[in-house]
Every structure is written in C-alpha cells, then in structure tokens.
C-alpha cells in the first residue's frame, strides 16, 4: 500500500493510495463502521460519489476507488472482463481487509458488483445495484454494441455528446453547465483502450449476469430512474426477480445520471435499506 499525494480540483476525490495492481483508491468515514465500496460508472471516476459521501461516511467505513484505466487508475494488465473487475474489488478488500462488505455500483458498477456477488460470494454482505443494465432486447443491444465499437475504434470522445444527452434531462444541461463539463472531463480523461473495452464489457458482459446460476441469494436493493433509456425500469424488475428478496425502487422524472442531478432522490433509500440489513 502506497500513500500519493494528488491535487484534489474543485470535483476531484483525492485517493490517496495506490494498491498493488495500482488501482487508485481511498479510505473514508468510520474507522470501525461496516465497510462499503462505491463503484462508478463507465467513463466516470470515484468522484463521482462526492456529493454523497459525507452521509455515508458518517455510517460506514467506505472505499472509493478508479476502475481499470479511468481515474488514476493505472490499466489492467490483462484483457478487460467482468471478472477481471471483479477481481480488482477482490484484491482490494484483501489488501485493506475490509470484506466481507457492501457494494454500491452505478451502471457497469452495478454489473460489477453482481459479478462479485457470483465470483466472490464469501467478500459481499450486500448489493446496491444503481441504474445498471438487464437483457436489453435485440434492438438496444445492437444499439449499445455499435457505441460500444466506436469507442473501441475512436475513443470516448465519438460518442461524447449523444452520452450526455441520454445521461441528463434537458432543463439539467441547459442549467447546470458545470456538471456536465465534469462528467465529460472524466470521460475523456480515461486511458483510451481501457475505456473501450469497458465499453465492450458494457455491451456484452451483461449477458453473463441474466438467470446467474446458481442464484444470487444476498441482500439487494435495485434502483433506476423512469427516464433512463439505457437501465430501464423495466431492467431493474427483471433484476430483481432474479434475486431473492431483492427490492425495487424507481426513481421519477430523472435519465441516467439521476445519481448527479439529484442526489438526495439516491441517497436516503439508499441508507434505508442498508440500515435494514
């Protein structure tokens, strides 16, 4: 475990060690509080969390980290997969020694985690599975593996604008400039081939996750938003029905990034329910 020191901008989370595979992560909140990881979303970055760390700190000990190739994080070593990053969230919890924990995972986050859940099942007390996808259908698929080639071929910035729009309502885009130019930043910020093959990760991988056998059988609660196109509610029923016991909510109004515009919505349930397990 090495300590580096980072400059931290006005949107950045400073992590502040780098494990051995040089994943970038840090340590937050309670010293003696249930441990919990936070997994962004592709393209993104662990600051993607900031507005909502402080209320889960205050409750857990909590590790935020940079996938494979996006933050500052280094790339992986091997050919990117689901179980390659599930495998990153596995050395970590063994070299901090935090797990058994809670997994909080935003999109590919939340593929991620439910791989954990297959591969790792003795590491997870836990999922929280945030705006993530399900059997999208012939026509999204197809949809998804075209974006997914162009970001293979041509790097995050092919298909930049169209991600924010789906990402962010429209009255977002139009009044909250900041944000958005974040997001984009952490987007384009991303080392080039990490980023496409965890857009093809994206685009296949979810195939790995329906009707897992044997089942998922852990603690889950399963949120969208009505407007995301991507991670339908609909996606996050069948999720759910997959898992027993797991709970459902659909957040209003709010696209993919519901978790940026309105925090809040995300928060609170999410607390609930890992104050009830």
């Known amino acids: 475990m090495m300590i580096c020191g980072i400059w931290a901008a006005k949107w950045t989370i400073l992590l502040v060690f780098r494990a051995a595979d040089d994943t970038a992560y840090r340590l937050d909140g309670l010293e003696d509080g249930p441990p919990l990881v936070l997994i962004h979303g592709l393209g993104l970055s662990s600051s993607l969390w900031q507005a ?3 209320a889960l700190c205050a409750r ?4 935020s980290y940079d996938l494979y190739g996006h933050g500052q994080s280094a790339p992986a070593e091997r050919p990117l997969a689901l179980s390659v990053f599930a ?3 596995a050395r970590l919890l063994e070299e901090t020694a935090l797990g058994p924990a809670h997994l909080v995972g935003f999109s590919i986050g939340g593929m991620i985690n439910r791989r954990v859940a297959m591969d790792y099942p003795h590491l997870v007390r836990s999922l929280v599975i945030l705006n993530s996808p399900h059997d999208r259908g012939a026509q999204m698929q197809q949809e998804v593996e075209t974006r997914a080639r162009k970001a293979l071929d041509r790097g995050a910035e092919a298909t930049l604008q169209a991600a924010l729009e789906r990402w962010f309502t429209p009255e977002f885009l139009a009044s909250n400039a900041e944000i958005p130019q974040q997001v984009a930043a952490w987007r384009l910020q991303a080392d080039r081939a990490s980023y496409g093959q965890s857009a093809w990760v994206l685009a296949h991988g979810v195939r790995e996750l329906i009707c897992p056998v044997p089942a998922l059988n852990v603690p889950s609660l399963v949120m969208t938003c009505a407007e995301d196109v991507g991670s339908t509610p609909q996606m996050s029923r069948d999720i759910v029905a997959e898992i027993a016991g797991a709970e459902c ?8 990034l519901g978790l940026l515009e309105s925090p809040e919505a995300f928060i ?8 009830r397990v």
């Open 52 to 54: 909502h760390l402080p």
């Open 249 to 256: 909510q659909i957040i209003p109004k709010f696209k993919h």
């Open 60 to 63: 857990y000990r909590v590790l």
């Open 268 to 275: 609170q349930p999410v607390l609930d329910f890992l104050q």
């Open 87 to 89: 495998d990153q969230i």
